[in-house]
């Protein structure tokens, strides 16, 4: 049974980093695409970032490009999402995503998810 959990979430102001992790179990982790996805209220759900495990190669949404990062550390099959310079439009819930059929920034690519972490920007 996969399970992926995420921590990190939190409250910052304008300007801050958060990190988050997902931390993965009960797959093949390596060689997989995860991706990192956000929801804010009353909106679609939206594809951050994504990383294939084998390689490391990641992509970003455009909104985060340039102020968030994908990093992993395959010893303890844990994919984490650096944010620096966060805005309040990057308020929502972010969920780790995994089982992708191709590692990009599509929802329906992606057969697993977590139960998702708050993050909460403020001006």
Same mark, same amino acid.
């Given at each position: 049974?996969?399970?992926?959990v995420e921590? &990190? #979430?939190g409250?910052?102001? $304008? !300007? &801050? ?6 931390a993965?179990?009960?797959?093949t982790?390596?060689?997989n695409c995860m991706?990192w ?5 009353g909106?679609?759900?939206? #594809? ?5 495990? &084998?390689?490391?190669?990641?992509i970003f ?9 994908? /990093?992993?550390?395959?010893a303890?099959?844990t994919v984490?999402l ?6 309040p ?8 995503a $995994?089982?992708? /059929?191709?590692? #990009?920034?599509?929802a329906q690519?992606?057969?697993?998810? !977590?139960? &998702? ?6 001006s």
């Amino acid at each position: 049974q996969v399970q992926l959990v995420e921590s &990190g #979430g939190g409250s910052v102001q $304008a !300007g &801050g980093s958060l990190r988050l992790s997902c931390a993965a179990s009960g797959y093949t982790y390596s060689s997989n695409c995860m991706g990192w996805f956000r929801q804010a209220p009353g909106k679609e759900r939206e #594809g951050v970032a994504a990383i294939y495990t &084998g390689s490391g190669s990641t992509i970003f949404a455009d909104s985060v490009k340039g102020r968030f990062t994908v /990093s992993q550390d395959n010893a303890k099959n844990t994919v984490y999402l650096q944010m620096n310079s966060l805005k309040p439009e990057d308020t929502a819930m972010y969920y780790c995503a $995994a089982e992708g /059929s191709w590692c #990009g920034l599509e929802a329906q690519e992606y057969n697993s998810w !977590g139960q &998702g972490t708050q993050v909460t920007v403020s001006s």
